[in-house]
T-cell receptor
Framework: DQQVKQNSPSLSVQEGRISILNCDYT??????FLWYKKYPAEGPTFLIS?????DKNEDGRFTVFLNKSAKHLSLHIVPSQPGDSAVYFC????????????FGQGTTLQVKP | NAGVTQTPKFQVLKTGQSMTLQCAQD?????MSWYRQDPGMGLRLIHY???????DQGEVPNGYNVSRSTTEDFPLRLLSAAPSQTSVYFC????????????FGQGTRLTVV
């Protein structure tokens, strides 16, 4: 049973508009959440993260929101750029003792010029 | 500073053959992990290590062995390859088991025929 789910396999937005990528989780013991970006034929690269004790974290064009009661997080990219076109994975950490990360299935974002 | 290096980049195996996927990092990271990426499944944790001499199982450990004799290296062994192990494999490392920003290698694309 998938503990971290990204229910939208793909998303297409126009350059300059907002991209919103969503992620749901089931395990209330997850204590840290991360977003990774992946280009074809490359390894994932870290983008932004948020602790479970916060509800928002911002880094430039990227903002992650966490709604613990809904077990939902989202990544907002504003404004979207063609170079943002990639696969985005959300990940949840199963506590700092093991550091185990559980990933979602990924969402492919296409930003059209 | 090479980061996380995986070898080989591509490999074709026959069913029943064995092989070792190599992973090395030069960042003095304590935490290392192996993932496999399959279409529609995201990244799934195979094995992880919180330090030299210590390893543990992830979500999908069956058919794989690991060891961690040094801080730098974390090889993944397939003892008897099966077609179900056809996948892209990623090695990752983090400074500690807080694992708040894992660095990934470029991946190894493995095909078992």
């Amino acid at each position: 049973d998938q503990q971290v789910k990204q229910n939208s396999p793909s998303l297409s937005v126009q350059e300059g508009r907002i991209s919103i990528l969503n992620c749901d989780y089931t395990n209330s013991m997850f204590d840290y959440f991360l977003w990774y970006k992946k280009y074809p034929a490359e390894g994932p690269t870290f983008l932004i993260s948020i602790s479970s004790i916060k509800d928002k974290n911002e880094d430039g064009r990227f903002t992650v929101f966490l709604n613990k009661s809904a077990k939902h997080l989202s990544l907002h990219i504003v404004p979207s750029q063609p170079g943002d076109s990639a696969v985005y994975f959300c990940a949840a950490r199963e506590g700092s003792n093991t550091g185990k990360l559980i990933f979602g299935q990924g969402t492919t974002l296409q930003v059209k010029p | 500073n090479a980061g996380v290096t995986q070898t080989p980049k591509f490999q074709v195996l026959k069913t029943g053959q064995s092989m070792t996927l190599q992973c090395a990092q030069d960042m003095n990271h304590e935490y290392m992990s192996w993932y496999r990426q399959d279409p529609g499944m995201g990244l799934r944790l195979i094995h992880y290590s919180v330090g030299a001499g210590i390893t543990d199982q992830g979500e999908v450990p069956n058919g794989y062995n690991v060891s961690r004799s040094t801080t730098e290296d974390f090889p993944l062994r397939l003892l008897s390859a099966a077609p179900s192990q056809t996948s892209v494999y990623f090695c990752a490392s983090s400074y500690t088991n807080m694992n708040t920003e894992a660095f990934f290698g470029q991946g190894t694309r493995l095909t078992v025929v």
